[in-house]
């Protein structure tokens, strides 16, 4: 045994030796002839001293020329394999694939993501090893035309993404830190969101004074976490800011700006279904594509000011929504949500339905707060359909809303001995569509038309008044206001880092009032000699940028944002000798950050 030990330690020193030879006679070479003939007499050191052939030295140098060989072939092999996926990748992101659409992931991506891992794990290791090492690159899935990236692939972050796994769930942060200076012509008083509703008149005291203000609280931030449970994909999303109520004097010393809670959802997929639960934005909302719950994916405009646009409908509030997926271009979503029933403060009731606000038998309260009656959810359907000409894409959708009203007349009034009720259905119907008529550059028209529907339009006018036809002694009843809302223009991205936004839209309320019998007096809204709160038509012009200053995946992005806005509010009556409307210019500066 021994020797066996020493014959295979000789021929490995042996091998060693010989593999170097070649560098060192170059580097000897010019040695005197005794050294190289010391070195040939030590090279013929007798093998049969241990047993060592030149044969068997040659052998063995041979055997790991070929072992060499082998492991380059392979590693080329490999490399080779790579180059191959990354071109397919790149073409399923240039050619999305259809198929799943329903699910807003693509198999073949998903397949790819495998292989490609499988490529990067080494043959040797173990199954446990290859297990426990770390993923390859992530790949996000290739959105078909009519549908969002509502879920991820298994490897769903971007490699060098902000992510953090926990179990099998995924937790990606998001949001953004803004610093935003504000400058209007006239003072508008109503913080960073606009109050397009109530822009002072130019004869009144701060309709003299221009209103300038810095302020970081449109921050925000956001959390997504995903999990897979069995072939259902799951995700829920929580965002926020801090554009919540503020106390009078927060600009005064601390500036303490109130959070508030903006979406907080559930969301599920399986098959060609997507069912959420949880506050989001309302169906109602228009979309850039498909039905997408994403903000990035509906449209609300690109603008800074929270209150985006005159003309544009939306709500963001709680909701059971299901969408169905018939196909890669067309989807059908229903969603109950949360209905609160809105007069506003313009508004005027008859007397004796305000002086019933005590009566705890009456619930008669409308003005929006928490002790507004509903009889039951708001109901929004939207029909979606996207296509693909060439390589523009073009979204149409159509949508309808479902809305109650609803009050009660005490006995106190009709004398009857017992209370009477007072219900109504309001609804409307809205026309939206996104056209990308050429590369980059997309054309936008909204609509909406409703009877009782002001509550979607920014609330900026009411959805019913209420009125008391007759006597003292009649019931009260409901009668909704006819409203609209409508807008267009364009977005452009002009350069892979800049884009171009100009908009116009208005918001209009019909006028509905009667006669309040305890006072003889007119009531309700827009009737002549109401007050000019009483707003027909908000008007709003917009042009707005988006400019990428610097942007890295691992770190983020840093933006400029402006906006520059053009509002005119016309009421339904103005005393004489004032202006007709009041306006106001806007101009926005905003330095965003964005989380990677």
């Known amino acids: 045994m021994r020797n066996s030990k020493i014959r295979y330690t000789a021929v490995l020193l042996a091998a060693l030796g010989l593999a170097g030879m070649p560098a060192l006679a170059e580097t000897n070479s010019n040695n005197s002839t005794a ?68 699910t807003g992931t693509s198999s073949s991506v998903a397949a790819l993501s495998e292989a490609v891992n499988a490529v990067r794990t080494p043959a040797s290791l173990s199954t446990a090893n290859a297990a426990a090492a770390p993923p390859g690159p992530a790949l996000l899935s290739a959105a078909s035309p009519g549908q969002s990236q509502n879920v991820y692939t298994e490897a769903q972050q971007q490699e060098g993404a902000l992510y953090l796994k926990i179990g099998g769930a995924t937790f990606t942060p998001g949001g953004w830190v803004d610093f935003t200076s504000i400058n209007r012509s006239t003072d508008v008083g109503s913080g960073f969101t606009t109050a397009l509703g109530s822009i002072p008149f130019n004869n009144t005291v701060t309709g003299g004074l221009t209103e300038s203000r810095l302020t970081a609280q449109n921050s925000r931030f956001s ?81 800074i000011d929270t209150a985006y646009n005159a003309g544009i409908v939306y709500a963001r509030q709680a909701q059971l929504r299901a969408v169905y997926h018939f196909n890669e271009h067309a989807a059908f979503g229903l969603s109950v949500e949360n209905s609160q029933q809105f007069t506003g403060s313009a508004a005027t009731l008859p007397t004796l339905f305000s002086n019933t606000e005590t009566d705890i038998n009456s619930s008669t309260s409308v003005g929006g707060g928490t002790a507004t009656p509903n009889r039951y959810p708001d109901v929004v359907a939207k029909l979606a359909l996207d296509k693909k000409f060439g390589a523009r894409t073009w979204h149409l ?33 809205s026309v939206n569509g996104n056209f990308e008529v050429f590369h980059n550059f997309h054309l936008i028209a909204d609509s909406f038309w409703s009877d009782g529907g002001g509550r979607y339009i920014g609330g900026l006018g009411p959805a019913f008044v209420v009125a008391q036809v007759g006597t003292v002694n009649s019931p009260f009843t409901v009668q909704t206001v006819h409203s609209g809302a409508g807008l267009g223009g364009f977005e452009w991205q002009a350069t892979k880092s800049t884009l171009f936004s100009a908009v116009y839209g208005g ?51 840093v933006q400029v944002l402006t906006q520059t806005s053009y509002v005119v509010r016309t009421p339904w009556y103005v005393a004489v000798g004032s202006p007709k409307n009041a306006h106001v210019f806007m101009e926005w500066l905003d330095l965003r950050y964005v989380l990677p």
Request: net charge neutral; charged share 20%; hydrophobic share 30%.
């Open 397 to 429: 959708e159509i949508a309808g809303l479902a809305t109650p009203f609803a009050v009660t007349t005490p006995a106190t009034t009709t004398k009857t001995g017992s209370r009477t009720n007072d219900s109504r259905e309001g609804g409307g119907a």
């Open 35 to 102: 050294n190289a003939a010391s070195t040939a007499a030590a090279e013929a050191t007798p093998p049969a001293t241990v047993g060592i052939s030149n044969a068997e030295v040659k052998a063995v140098l041979d055997q790991m020329k070929q072992l060499v060989q082998q492991q380059h072939d392979e590693i080329e092999q490999q490399r080779r394999e790579l180059d191959v996926l990354k071109r397919q990748i790149g073409e399923q992101y240039s050619a999305p694939t259809t198929e799943n659409a329903s």
């Open 507 to 557: 918001s209009y309320f019909g006028r509905r009032y009667s006669i309040d019998p305890s006072t003889k007096t007119l009531v309700g809204y827009g009737y002549t000699g109401s007050a000019n709160s009483n707003n027909r038509l908000i008007q709003e012009g917009t042009f707005s940028s988006v400019s990428t200053l610097w942007k890295n995946q691992s770190y983020g992005a």
């Open 223 to 303: 959390l997504r976490a995903d999990e897979t449970i069995g072939k259902i994909k799951a995700y829920g999303y929580v965002e926020a800011d801090f554009n919540g109520y503020q106390p009078s004097n927060a600009f005064v010393s601390t500036n303490s700006d109130t959070l508030r809670l903006r979406v907080y959802y559930l969301n599920l997929t399986k098959n060609k279904w997507d069912v959420l639960g949880g506050q989001n934005w309302s169906l109602l909302t228009p979309n850039r594509v498909g039905l997408s719950p994403f903000l990035s994916e509906i449209y609300n405009t690109v603008h």
